[in-house]
């Protein structure tokens, strides 16, 4: 345990808000918003075998998103469900294994995250993935655009929607497998789903809200940091930084809509 | 395909499982060419252009000229308005997918009659005919030789509609372009189609409006008395009696 090691945990959990905020605001426009909420659960078979089997969580957590990420992207493709029905499905058989498999005394921290040092290689591999994210979601960002507007204009300009569709998916789970650790299963998706509804409260353009919601995010991540070393020291650092999350919303609602 | 032809179609079949939309259906489009595709309700029309875009799967052939660039104008889209995207961020975003420079967004907007408040206005608050022109320039980006557009007036009144088809007629003589529609409407398809293909089911009638738009073919076609069907020319008001028929 090296003050190192905490500025990591502390740096990427920052880096995992500006990416919950791109990833979110695109969510929002999606319509999938409450998938981030839901698919975090889908972790929890991963989640729960490594904590029976003692191996890194992150990798049980992990296996198990990209799995039912793709099971997810199928059910949409070849039986055309919509992505809540996908999500649905997948969420609630998830919820039922994870449960089953984690042991009772580790279900708390399953659920709910708890703040820990990082080493130097989880911290450059969690580095990776949210520049992964962030190169995602700039460099498709017309497509995405595109494909919110009208995915058969989409089509029609030579945009394959299922490869967008899938990309998307995969970043949208590895934006909730980086929180996973820290956030916990229940509020791991929280992150990506309240700055982004605060970020469109505040913003009247696709820039000013991708802006407004990351920014949202980076300070609900500071803050609930802030507050939990030094104010509330008895409660668990994911409640606090939702808290703080939704105290952004709700002063963002004392704007009024143009 | 003959030497002048930029679209030939031969034993087209589309079906969704078990039901039927396009049986057998073939026609050519040669360039400069205004084709107006009409039919009732539930006949393939826009299944039709979804097929010539490659939207939908299908049998048969569809043979475009290897120099075709497509435009394409939907029916309806089903956007949620209160995105916050503007019109000037949608033509941005398929001029970045073309690698276009910034300034075509500004020509096609040009071209269409888009001033530049309605380009910085967010897709949720212009208005119906606002929305038609933005669609219409989005096709315009990247300099298409052929449009297509589906019902490009459905949602408008009189006045916008007549504006919409001022511009496509303007389009066609300033750009050369070769413009495939769908209409309702059948005094647009007098007045700005050389060709009309009429589809119900399977091919009816295919040919210049004036010959083929035979009351016996609309009868055949919309199952109706021909006497429903009025004529109107030029710019003269709506008269009752369109031939009606949605896709």
Known sequence: MTETSTVYSIVLALLFAVAAGLVGSFALMKRMILGADVISHVALPGLGLAFLWHFNPLLGGGAALFLGTLLIWQLQKKESFSTEVAIGVVFAG???IGAALTPKEDLVEVFFGKFEQISGFTFL???MAVAVIVYFILRFKSALILNLFSPELAAATGIKLNRLNLLFLLAFSLTVLIGLRFMGALLAGALIIIPAATGRRLADSIWMFLFASTLASVLAVGIGFLLNAFVFRNIGLAPTIVMVSTL????SLIRSRT | MTTRSILSVRGLKVHFGSRKVIQNLGFEVEAGDTLAIIGPNGAGKTVLLK?????VPYEGEICWSPT????????????DRQMPIRVHDLLSAKAHILKLHPRCIETVAAMVGLTPEVLRASIGTIS????????????LLGEPNVLLFDEPTASLDELAEERVYDIVEQLQREQHLTVILVSHDLSIVYRAANKVLCVSKDLVCFGPPREVLTPAALEAMYSAPPQYYLHRHGKEPDQPGKAAGHD
């Open chain 2, 128 to 139: 119906g005919g606002q929305f038609q022109k933005a669609l219409i320039a989005f096709a």
């Open chain 1, 94 to 96: 998830s919820v039922a």
């Open chain 2, 51 to 55: 097929a010539l875009l490659g939207l």
């Open chain 1, 125 to 127: 591999v969690g580095v």
């Open chain 1, 248 to 251: 952004l919303f709700c002063l």
């Open chain 2, 68 to 79: 075709v660039k497509l435009g394409y104008v939907p029916q309806k889209i089903a956007a």
